[in-house]
């Protein structure tokens, strides 16, 4: 992972966190399909075989490994992209966390600090690295996945689940105060709620409703992506445009 890289100039650019699995998969196979430059990351590439399948048919597609825990892993891969201009920065990585170990009586503070890490902190630690390339990009749009949970509005509807709510109330901080920040570059930052979706972070968190497949979602967030109108910069939305109060 030393080597600089740069991808081809005619196409637009995305990097997608925890791209081996669920939403991400289907957000990499959705923009290598409309011929996007997509570099893809995982914590595993060795068992990402779902992604290395797509890599066979689309051989564009970028794998390369980021755990978005790890600062060393953040500035190596950002460093190897230096020179690359990142049109969609997708913060997609995310954890639930044991739901047992986040009831009143049961909490566990050490997994806490896990969900915390992953989903608001590495969120905040891929953007920071790779602002540069966003800036430098055409589109310069950071989209973080989810957040409702994070909002009053829908996190204080029911009890527990406090360490996924408290994440996305941090996540969804971190994404505001960095379209404050940044919004002079012309940088764009939305958090996209993509709906109930059918993946193992559903099932983690106890849903077993109704939900969408990843490809249906996948493809209304990215439409979404597409058309984003001043008024959602900064804010939550769903994946239908409603914006979501916070
Ligand atoms: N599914 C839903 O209903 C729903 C609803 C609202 C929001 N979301 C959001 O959508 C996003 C994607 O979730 P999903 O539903 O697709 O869940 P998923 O199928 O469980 O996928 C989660 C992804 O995050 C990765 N990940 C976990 N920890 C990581 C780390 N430290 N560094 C890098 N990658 C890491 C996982 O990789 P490993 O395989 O290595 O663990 C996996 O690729 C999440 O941010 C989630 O909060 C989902």
Redesign the pocket.
């Known amino acids: 992972m030393t080597e600089p890289a740069r991808l081809s100039e005619n196409q637009p650019t995305v990097l997608i ?10 957000f990499a196979e959705q923009y290598t399909a409309q011929s996007w430059n997509v570099i893809a ?4 590439v060795t ?2 075989s779902d992604l290395r399948q797509l890599a066979t048919r689309y051989p564009a597609i970028r794998i390369e490994t ?5 600062d060393d892993q953040v500035a190596a891969l950002a460093s190897r992209y230096a020179a690359q201009p990142v049109d969609v920065l997708l ?6 966390g044991n739901l047992s170990h986040q009831t009143l009586g049961t909490m566990d503070f050490d997994e806490g600090r896990r969900v915390l ?3 608001a902190l ?2 905040l630690r891929v953007s920071q690295a790779f602002l540069p390339q966003v800036t430098a990009s055409r589109q310069k749009k950071i989209i ?6 994070g909002a009053q509005s829908i996190g204080s509807l029911f009890g527990g689940h406090y360490l ?1 709510k408290m994440s ?1 109330a941090a996540h969804l901080m971190a994404m505001g105060i960095l379209q404050t920040e940044t919004r002079d570059r012309g940088i764009i930052v939305v958090m996209i ?13 106890g ?1 077993t409703g109704a ?2 497949s ?1 490809a249906d ?1 996948a493809r209304l967030v990215i439409a979404r992506i597409e058309t984003l109108e001043p008024a959602m910069h900064g804010r939550l939305i769903t994946y239908d445009g409603q914006i979501v109060p916070w």
Do not use: E, F, H
């Open positions: 966190t925890g791209a081996n699995r669920g939403l991400g998969l289907a990351t995982c914590r595993n068992a990402a980021l755990d978005v825990t790890r913060n997609n990585a995310g954890i639930y890490d992953v989903n590495g969120a973080s996945l989810g957040g409702g949970l996924m996305k709620s993509p709906g109930r979706v059918d993946t193992q972070l559903m099932r983690d968190s849903w939900a969408l990843p979602s």
